[in-house]
T-cell receptor
């Protein structure tokens, strides 16, 4: 059974700092890994999608890396801003035969960026 | 596209009552997923459909939960009878055929409170 772990569970940083969020998964047979952002009381917003054949993806101040063999991914946020405060969720897609796929989530990292 | 649309946004009901949650996926998406989010357990997959056919309902907590997808543009998740422990945020998500290539899009969720 695939398990996804995110460390740390919570992180508080001053504005302007660069930071790294970590995600690990137990089964390396994934199709892709996706990072989401969730604001309080809101739905999930997709940030970055990394296919299993890729090593990293970048969008603006965000950079996500994937080391499939070791079961790890990191989300790097450069020059953090108070507006980056949210919960960041990591999720992996695994196949379960035929056309069947499952997305398994970690429990998230609650990020607070202080002005 | 308006994205994945869920209704209602909030639902408060008394224990024992029937609750129906609704979802309209993105047009053209072949996969539809229902997730439940709680503080204790995070995001859990309840059931998913491929081309309107339920593929895996192993995450449905018990017989009180049922889900249908009568057509490609509509799905319901029903709880009957509801219990206080069903209180959670319920998310619907959809994806294109072969989701490993395109990722997932989530709705804004339905916050269910059973009193």
């Amino acid at each position: 059974k695939q398990e996804v772990t995110q460390i740390p569970a919570a992180l508080s940083v001053p504005e302007g700092e660069n930071l790294v969020l970590n995600c690990s998964f137990t089964d390396s047979a994934i199709y892709n890994l996706q990072w989401f952002r969730q604001d309080p009381g809101k739905g999930l917003t997709s940030l970055l999608l990394i296919q299993s054949s890729q090593r990293e993806q970048t969008s603006g101040r965000l950079n996500a890396s994937l080391d499939k063999s070791s079961g790890r991914s990191t989300l790097y946020i450069a020059a953090s801003q108070p507006g980056d405060s949210a919960t960041y969720l990591c999720a992996v897609t695994v196949g379960s035969g035929g056309s069947n796929y499952k997305l398994t989530f970690g429990k998230g990292t609650l990020l607070t960026v202080n002005p | 596209d308006a994205g994945v649309i869920q209704s209602p946004r909030h639902e408060v009901t008394e224990m024992g009552q029937e609750v129906t949650l609704r979802c309209k996926p993105i047009s053209g998406h072949d996969y539809l997923f229902w997730y439940r989010q709680t503080m204790m357990r995070g995001l859990e997959l309840l059931i998913y459909f491929n081309n309107n056919v339920p593929i895996d309902d192993s995450g449905m907590p018990e017989d009180r939960f049922s889900a249908k997808m009568p057509n490609a543009s509509f799905s319901t998740l029903k709880i009957q009878p509801s219990e206080p422990r069903d209180s959670a945020v319920y998310f619907c998500a959809s994806s294109l055929q072969e989701p490993p290539n395109y990722g997932y899009t989530f709705g804004s969720g339905t916050r269910l409170t059973v009193v």
